[in-house]
């Protein structure tokens, strides 16, 4: 099976969270008769392959990620899903390059010297699969160097992105319950109201972030949820808050946990109530090496030519948790712009009408092979 026809079956069969079985069972088919050491997750449905080259040398790591999101599609693709589950982030497209990495660098086992992990993730969505992997002996094998790449459904074909420093952002909720004492909506006096707590807790998180965090640090706070009461004229007992907050070093995130709980119990105090507040940490910020950055650039550079690299001028927004692995290991992740060459006003990820265009699958391949042969080519075998 070549990497179009691998992603087009994972495409159309997707599967969300930590246990995927058909996915897992496709890979290894993928991987069947290779020179590969494979073990397989017990929490989860992950596959680890390892490569030994023919000669000592340093160890890399590449990640590709296999789980979809719960997202019914309209992309009118002839091998769209028909569920309620969609690879709407590209991580089939991940997975299939990521065997023809395998692939490759099998091929070319003899020239080797070192080794390659090969990590093929579940529950990269919020689920806490590069945990489960590291908690399972992920890193056992020791990597010295770890890579990813991500596609983009929004962004120029074929261009690939990187940039030194933070690539992406850490992800946390902060979960509120406001306490008070309900009763009639006529009589406030002989309550004690958590709702215009609930209000004014959302003005004061929204300054308190602008206020007190550096602009050069930033910290995103967006209040998602809000939920109170049942009837108009009654004042309720509780409220809740839930807030999605995003930050952009291990610095800011600690701080975001330890401060805003103060904030909302401050609040709370002024208006006579109690409040039950903390800060869920989801995923930590992905951070790339200065030196594995360069190497990244470097690569797809000379692989695609100087007008298909870009240096991110800020890090994305959004999250990921191979920054677990990027906090015990030195590397850099990186994307690729997979709208196709045509497209006028393309969906962007997680939209139920993303669309990656597989003809770039040949590129995602070559540059995680070009990423490892830098490691595995270029240094002297140890005596």
């Not at 996915?23 to 069947?32: G, K």
């Not at 660098?105 to 010297?113: G, T």
């Not at 946990?257 to 401050?266: F, G, I, R």
């Not at 995602?364 to 490892?372: H, K, Q, R």
């Amino acid at each position: 099976m070549n990497l179009v026809e691998l992603r087009r079956r994972l495409h159309a069969d997707p599967e969300v969270g930590l246990h995927l079985p058909r996915t897992q069972r496709a890979v290894l088919d993928a991987l069947d008769g290779l020179p590969l050491k494979v073990t397989t997750g017990i929490g989860c449905t992950s596959v680890t392959a390892v490569l030994e080259g023919a000669r000592p040398g340093p160890t890399v790591l590449l990640r590709g990620d296999m789980d979809a999101l719960p997202i019914r599609e309209d992309t009118g693709l002839d091998f769209a899903a028909t569920g309620e589950a969609m690879h709407a982030c590209g991580h089939d497209f991940h997975t299939a390059a990521l065997v023809g990495a395998v692939q490759a660098l099998c091929a070319e086992r003899e020239s080797l010297a070192g080794k390659v992990v090969f990590m093929f993730q579940p529950g990269e969505e919020g689920h806490g699969g590069a945990q489960l992997m590291l908690d399972e002996g992920l890193l056992d094998t020791r990597p010295d160097v770890a890579y990813a790449l991500h596609v983009l459904a929004d962004q120029p074909h074929g261009v690939v992105f990187c940039r030194p420093g933070p690539v992406m952002a850490a992800y946390s909720v902060l979960e509120v319950t406001l306490v008070g004492r309900g009763g009639h909506g006529g009589r406030p006096q002989e309550a004690l109201d958590p709702v215009p707590a609930l209000a004014e807790t959302v003005t004061a998180l929204h300054t308190y972030v602008t206020r007190r965090f550096n602009a050069f640090d930033p910290v995103i706070l967006t209040v998602g949820e809000l939920h109170a009461g049942t009837a108009p004229n009654i004042i309720p007992d509780r409220a809740h808050l839930r807030a999605g907050i995003r930050t952009f070093s291990e610095t800011a995130t600690a701080r975001v946990a330890a401060e805003l709980p103060a904030v909302v119990t401050s609040v709370a105090a002024a208006h006579g109530i109690t409040a039950e507040a903390h800060v869920r940490p989801v995923m930590a910020p992905t951070v790339n090496d200065p030196a594995m950055a360069a190497v990244f650039a470097e690569t797809a550079t000379r692989l695609f030519g100087p007008d298909r690299y870009r240096e991110l001028e800020y890090p994305r927004t959004g999250s990921e948790d191979f920054s677990l692995v990027l906090r015990e290991i030195p590397g850099a992740y990186g994307y690729l712009g997979a709208a196709a060459p045509d497209a006028v006003t393309p969906a962007g990820n997680h939209s139920s009408r993303a669309r990656f265009d597989d003809s770039l699958l040949p590129d995602a391949a070559a540059l995680l092979v070009g990423l490892a042969r830098h490691h595995l080519n270029h240094r002297k075998a140890a005596p």
